[in-house]
């Protein structure tokens, strides 16, 4: 059966505003509709860039919203999708997700990323340029810091000997680890670590391609358990948002119940895909957002399931 994890809106998105009452109630009602998992995105600071603004200038922090989502669901999981790992210190964000994984009864699921914006590096006092080397090293850190015992850790960045880190997650020997990203450097990555590939929507030829340089770099270092692809998928659903497609070129994703299951069955035909991430767009308010989520699980669900 394929599976379908749900953005709830923790940021601003062309036009819908991210509040407390849309996140709450979108993720309540993705674990009632069955939605295996929440998954909430990241960005701390942002530049006046209009577009940069308007995607991210409002984006409630990911760990604190699971926290909060943690305490008012039961079974859905509970994903940062993406955490920018290089922002924050990774032992403190260690613990976090530590303590909120025996908050949630082993719910987390540690989606990173490595980050794009330059200006907020800056702002962060991050350098942009070791973002990669960096979250290579913290996921190592995060393991050693998940993993029974007192903490011994050499790295570039961080170094120490001896030390405890507790709680330690419920889930071990760690929480899942989703990589985002489609450069060669977080397919390898994803390579070492993850047990989810999450690329952003992404062209067929483009996502076969790059599986298969996720399945050569499994090979090179002796992995023989391919990560699983989640794709990112947008939705929108025209008769709910009414949106209109130019030209008859409809885009990926838009369109009918029936074409939107069109679109996600090349993918599982093709790409092999038996998880996607669901984005809904065009939505302009709270209850269309709801009625999409309806639509989808009622009509698109079975029929990518068959």
């Known amino acids: 059966m394929v599976q379908f994890s749900f953005r709830p809106p923790n940021a601003d998105y062309l036009g819908f505003p991210a509040t407390t009452e849309a996140i709450l109630e979108t993720a309540c009602k993705a674990e009632e509709l069955g939605f295996d998992a929440v998954a909430v995105n990241d960005h701390i600071i942002v530049d006046g860039t209009p577009n940069v603004l308007a995607s991210w200038g409002n984006t409630y922090d990911p760990l604190m919203v699971l926290s909060y989502l943690a305490a008012r669901t039961t079974r859905v999981q509970l994903a940062t999708s993406v955490l920018i790992m290089p922002y924050r210190n990774p032992i403190a964000t260690a613990k976090m997700i530590a303590t909120l994984d025996q908050l949630s009864g082993g719910r987390v699921i540690a989606g990173v990323g490595s980050g794009w914006n330059e200006a907020e590096f800056g702002a962060l006092g991050v350098p942009y340029h070791e973002r990669g080397a960096r979250t290579t090293e913290y996921l190592r850190l995060w393991q050693a810091c998940w993993a029974p015992g007192e903490t011994t850790f050499h790295g570039r960045f961080f170094s120490f000997d001896n030390m405890h880190v507790n709680p330690k997650p419920v889930q071990q020997p760690h929480p899942p680890i989703w990589i985002g990203g489609s450069s060669h450097a977080s397919l390898r990555r994803a390579a070492a670590f993850a047990q989810v590939w999450q690329p952003t929507p992404t062209p067929l030829a483009d996502l076969i391609s790059n599986q298969a340089y996720l399945r050569a770099a499994c090979a090179k270092i002796g992995r023989e358990?391919?990560?699983?692809?989640?794709?990112?998928?947008?939705?929108?659903?025209?008769?709910?948002?009414?949106?209109?497609?130019?030209?008859?070129?409809?885009?990926?994703?838009?369109?009918?119940?029936?074409?939107?299951?069109?679109?996600?069955?090349?993918?599982?035909?093709?790409?092999?895909?038996?998880?996607?991430?669901?984005?809904?767009?065009?939505?302009?308010?709270?209850?269309?957002?709801?009625?999409?989520?309806?639509?989808?699980?009622?009509?698109?669900?079975?029929?990518?399931?068959?």
């Not at 949106?243 to 885009?251: H, I, K, L």
């Not at 990926?252 to 996600?264: K, L």
Request: glycine letters at 8%; one cysteine or more; aromatic letters at 8%.
């Open 225 to 306: 358990d391919v990560p699983a692809t989640r794709m990112s998928f947008r939705v929108n659903f025209s008769q709910i948002t009414g949106s209109t497609v130019d030209r008859g070129q409809r885009p990926m994703g838009q369109g009918t119940p029936e074409q939107v299951a069109e679109d996600m069955q090349r993918y599982r035909q093709e790409a092999g895909l038996e998880a996607f991430q669901i984005n809904f767009n065009g939505c302009h308010n709270l209850g269309q957002l709801l009625d999409s989520m309806d639509l989808f699980m009622q009509q698109v669900k079975p029929l990518v399931d068959r």
